[in-house]
């Protein structure tokens, strides 16, 4: 097997633009032996995907070596994935509470300072082709490169070990409106924790106030959502 990385990784590398804060490359010019400085220089998530790419590193790939390569932005990554079901039209009974908790417990996790999330170690070290993996980032790097250029590292402060306790303790309380079982209470705590997730993910601190907003936000949503179903309730009875 090759060791070159595919043409079209490869042309995403080329297209590569440097921040003017900075911070490390995106998508490109790094040395994928090196490794990932989350507090100093934040690697973009091109760049650190297109990393895991390189064959050099194994046949196999494993969730554990992503997370690994993530180190706290793993969360972010996690907890994107787990709101991606709650944006669905229609809602199935018990499964904001199975997406809902985990996001809880990983929030709890963010504001004690666990570097790393927690998984089951069978969960981890189960892995896949390497090449699969590669041809999955090669169809999404394009999608990831556009975002990059409105997501990006900036104000540090609410990304840092401290900002990342704060998103966590403000993530408790808005997983747990998610995984409460109310009617088209979904989306609004999902996209603000998705927002937060984000913010996690490429050190975004305006990503984080949005996160923020969108958290107030959603309370007042799902709070009007109920006091909507009560009402109507009330009147459906007393009728």
């Known amino acids: 097997m090759s060791t070159e990385p595919s043409p079209q990784v490869s042309s995403f590398r080329r297209k590569a633009k440097t921040p003017r804060d900075g911070a490390m490359p995106i998508a490109g010019d790094f040395d994928p032996g090196a490794a990932v400085n989350d507090d100093a220089h934040p690697e973009s998530l091109s760049a650190l995907f297109q990393n895991l790419?390189?064959?050099?590193r194994g046949k196999q790939i494993s969730l554990r070596e992503i997370l690994d390569a993530l180190g706290?932005?793993?969360y972010g990554a996690l907890i994107i994935l787990l709101c991606l079901p709650n944006f669905l039209p229609f809602s199935?009974?018990?499964f904001s509470a199975l997406t809902g908790l985990p996001i809880a417990f990983f929030c709890v996790l963010l504001l004690l300072g666990v570097k790393k999330p927690w998984l089951p170690a069978k969960l981890l070290d189960r892995g896949v082709d390497r090449?699969?993996?590669a041809q999955v980032v090669t169809r999404f790097m394009p999608w990831l490169v556009k975002a990059e250029s409105w997501v990006k590292p900036r104000?540090?402060?609410l990304?840092?070990?401290l900002g990342e306790r704060m998103i966590g303790l403000v993530g408790i309380p808005v997983a747990i409106l998610l995984a409460l079982p109310i009617p088209f209470g979904n989306p609004p705590p999902a996209i603000a924790l998705a927002l937060l997730a984000l913010g996690i993910l490429e050190r975004d601190g305006r990503c984080v106030i949005l996160g923020y907003a969108a958290s107030v936000l959603s309370f007042g949503l799902v709070g009007a959502l109920v006091f909507g179903f009560y009402?109507?309730?009330s009147a459906v009875l007393g009728g």
Do not use: H, K, M, Q
């Open 53 to 56: 790419v390189d064959p050099a």
């Open 72 to 74: 706290e932005r793993g």
């Open 92 to 94: 199935i009974p018990g």
């Open 131 to 133: 090449a699969s993996y």
């Open 155 to 157: 104000l540090p402060a």
């Open 159 to 161: 990304t840092s070990p």
């Open 231 to 233: 009402s109507a309730g």
